[in-house]
């Protein structure tokens, strides 16, 4: 069989594989905008309001889009997919490059998730004539390039994951939390910024100016929304252009770093989950830093400890967490040798 048959016949084996699940998808990304249908007596007065809130900026604020969390479990799926029941051997055995197996997924996730959210800016247009919504053309157009950059990027980061991770629920897991780092980072920001702004009242109580709270709060925001698991919407100006070039480079980065993973991919440890082992490394070290920042947080509780002694403890508790996992995975892994 030569290289474009077969291409041919992994193209439509991906496709058998994939169609359901990309049917789910438009079901995920429609879901919010059509149940009010089928599950309220008065859907109009809900829709209108949705739309209100879309051309205010936004409904979602920093919470966390479910459909984003999708995306990462859907970038995941095609690999997992083929590597059933030993098919990923079978494919790489023949003519087909892996590159082109990689493409082809991709393509595959990335059509049909920018296929859906075209569809619905068209039924979210139609359903403001037909209600009489404020939104413009510019809302409408700027609401879908915000939702094809964060839905592209947890797409991206699903699907080098499920390229290099061999378990399916580990390469999800592994993902989520790889998107979530920026949430993460804001959190131990919000944490020492709020230690180091009552420290600077409880020295200076009658100080004529304190610290820069609006400024701090930005700087926060601006991390937060780093991650492509919260929403873009109701992000402007200098902090709108910034993401739209960080959500590019996070999605071109993670593409080409699973490309390269995956045609440098070691297949006799094709069943293992972590086909690399410096990605036990990795996940213990963000095991460490999770519960570590959990430790510090609750080891004072509301007590106001000075910032270097919370970062002390933190880095302490993170580093101890990951040795004892990293230990205790070297001490398995020798039982499982004997």
């Known amino acids: 069989m030569t290289r474009s048959h077969s291409r041919r016949a992994v193209t439509y084996k991906t496709w058998l594989n994939l169609r359901w699940w990309l049917l789910l ?6 879901m919010g905008w059509l149940s009010p249908w089928l599950t309220m007596d008065n859907p109009t ?38 590597r059933s029941r030993g098919a990923l051997l079978t494919t790489l055995a023949g003519p087909v490059r892996r590159r082109d197996l990689y493409n082809l997924q ?27 919504g404020p939104l413009t053309i510019a809302h409408i157009l700027g609401w879908l390039g915000r939702q094809l950059l964060s839905h592209t990027a947890a797409l991206m980061v699903g699907l080098a994951a499920g390229t290099i991770i061999g378990n399916y629920g580990m390469a999800v897991f592994c993902g989520i939390g790889v998107a979530g780092v920026p ?6 920001w919000s944490f020492m910024v709020n230690l180091r702004i009552q420290h600077e009242l ?15 709060a930005a700087k926060t925001e601006a991390i937060l929304r780093l991650s492509p698991l919260v929403p873009a919407d109701g992000v402007h100006g200098p902090l709108w252009t910034g993401l739209v070039l960080w959500f590019v480079l996070w999605s071109a980065g993670w593409y080409a770093l699973g490309l390269w993973l995956f045609e440098r991919l070691p297949l006799e440890r094709e069943g293992n989950v972590f086909s690399y082992p410096v990605c036990w490394h990795l996940l213990f070290a963000a095991i460490g830093l999770m519960a570590g920042f959990m430790v510090t947080v609750m080891s004072w509780r509301g007590a106001q400890p000075p910032v270097w002694q919370a970062f002390l403890l933190w880095s302490v508790a993170s580093g101890a967490i990951w040795l004892l996992l990293a230990l205790a995975r070297r001490i398995a892994v020798a039982r499982r040798q004997e």
Do not use: K
Request: with cysteine; aromatic share 10%.
């Open 45 to 82: 007065i809900f829709l209108r309001g949705r739309l209100d809130q879309l051309a205010a900026g936004g409904a979602q604020g920093y919470q966390i889009d479910w459909t984003l969390l999708w995306m990462v479990a859907l970038g995941a799926l095609p690999m997992a997919l083929e």
């Open 183 to 188: 949430i993460y980072a804001s959190l131990v």
């Open 106 to 132: 991709c393509a595959c996730c990335l059509a049909i998730v920018w296929l859906g959210l075209a569809l619905l800016a068209g039924y979210i247009a139609w359903l403001n004539a037909s209600l009489g």
């Open 25 to 30: 998808t438009l079901l995920f990304l429609w």
């Open 202 to 216: 409880q020295a200076h109580p009658h100080a004529a100016t304190g610290p820069d709270v609006q400024a701090l």
